[in-house]
Structure formats: structure tokens, C-alpha cells
């Protein structure tokens, strides 16, 4: 039993994706002008690379510019193999530009805020289906006034559809928070660096790895 665990493929073991918990989660009602329509229940499963911060934001104790910020999360979508030609009429056209939205009206009020999107028309050429989309997210501030959608064909298939959700956010700083550290009050946005250092590693039972000290 001990071999054949160790001569099991390498390709059938999970990567560290599997054993991370979601960001969070994006309930989508899609529909077209040409009556078709679905229902999607998605993770989010990591941020995608998104647009650096423009511009560069002044991060001192005294600024009170907002912070502006381009965000892409990648989002995916467990579905039935029935229901991936349906979802392939909406979003087909949208997997190489994608699907831009603004806000409507509020679907339903906090602690389950939702809102209809209707698409964007655009003005220099682009597809324009009459795509509208009801959307829940937690967390709640992704439903800001705009957002886009890209269905990403590469990372999809007949049970698993992956999307590419865009949007802005900003905040504005809080100059007199850090006179109070002492303070228990919670803000609603932090912002952290990226930091590539390995702190952790992974390897199947009997395999060698290699480990660079500095």
C-alpha cells in the first residue's frame, strides 16, 4: 500500500489553491436580449493581476487624497454541463473584452444587499448583447457602481467556469485614526504589500526537495 502511494503521478495531487479558503463569494443572475438566462454561485478564488494603484498614493498621516484602486478577481463558478451552453450563448462573446456594467437599481437591502447591472453600450465597435446581471458579493463593497465580467475560455469547462471580475474601489483615509492606537474600532479596508518570500513548502511522502538557504 506504502508504494503505491509513493509511485502515485505527481499531476494527481492537489495544488496549495485547493487548501485555500475562498476571498469571498459573488452570486450572479445573467440574462441577454435573446431570453437566455442563468444562475451562478461562485468563489473567489484569487486576485488576478490587477492594475497598480494610480497614482501613487501619498500614504502619510496627513493626506486626505481618496485611494483609487483597480481590482480584478477571478471567480469560479461550479456548473451543470446542461447549463454550459447557456452560459456560453451570454458570455461567449466576452472572452476576450470584456462585459462592461453599471449599477441600476438595488435588488434587495443589507445584510443581503444585491443589485442589477445592465451592460454598458459601447461606443467603438465592441459586442452589445443587452447583457443584465443581479449580483450579491461578499464582500459587500465589490458591488460598486461599475463593473465588468470576462468569461476566461481557457480556465473553463463543462463542470467549472471561471470569470474574471473587474471593478474600482476607493477609500477615504482616516488622518486622526492613528492618534488613537489604542482604539477597538475596525476600519473596512487595509492595505497590504505584496511579499513573494516562500514560508512554506509542500511535498509528497518518500520525495526529495531541495531547499536554497541563504
Not at 473584452?97 to 444585491?114: N, Q
Request: proline share 5%.
Amino acid at each position: 500500500q506504502k508504494e503505491n502511494l509513493l509511485d502515485t503521478d505527481l499531476s494527481e495531487t492537489q495544488s496549495t489553491e485547493a487548501f485555500r479558503e475562498p476571498l469571498g463569494s459573488v452570486s450572479l443572475g445573467l440574462s441577454d436580449q435573446q431570453g437566455n438566462s442563468i444562475d451562478l454561485t461562485c468563489n473567489i478564488t484569487h486576485s488576478t493581476d490587477s492594475q497598480d494603484i494610480t497614482p501613487p498614493p501619498d500614504l502619510s498621516w496627513t493626506s486626505s487624497s481618496p485611494l483609487h484602486l483597480a481590482l480584478s478577481l477571478s471567480l469560479e463558478c461550479p456548473i451543470k454541463a446542461e447549463n454550459y451552453e447557456k452560459l456560453w450563448r451570454i458570455l461567449a462573446y466576452y472572452s476576450e473584452t470584456a462585459a462592461r456594467f453599471e449599477r441600476e437599481i438595488m435588488l434587495s437591502k443589507a445584510p443581503s444587499l444585491a443589485y442589477r447591472y445592465r451592460q454598458v453600450q459601447e461606443t467603438d465597435g465592441y459586442y452589445h448583447t443587452g447583457v443584465k446581471a443581479s449580483v450579491k458579493a461578499r464582500p459587500r463593497w465589490l458591488l460598486q457602481s461599475a463593473i465588468s465580467l470576462q468569461l476566461n475560455r481557457a480556465q473553463s469547462s463543462g463542470h467549472k467556469v471561471q470569470l474574471i471580475y473587474s471593478t474600482r474601489v476607493s477609500a477615504q483615509p482616516d488622518p486622526t485614526s492613528h492618534l488613537s492606537t489604542s482604539s477597538s474600532a475596525s476600519h473596512q479596508w487595509v492595505m497590504i504589500s505584496i511579499n513573494r518570500t516562500t514560508a512554506a513548502l509542500a511535498v509528497v511522502a518518500g520525495r526529495k526537495i531541495e531547499l536554497t538557504c541563504p
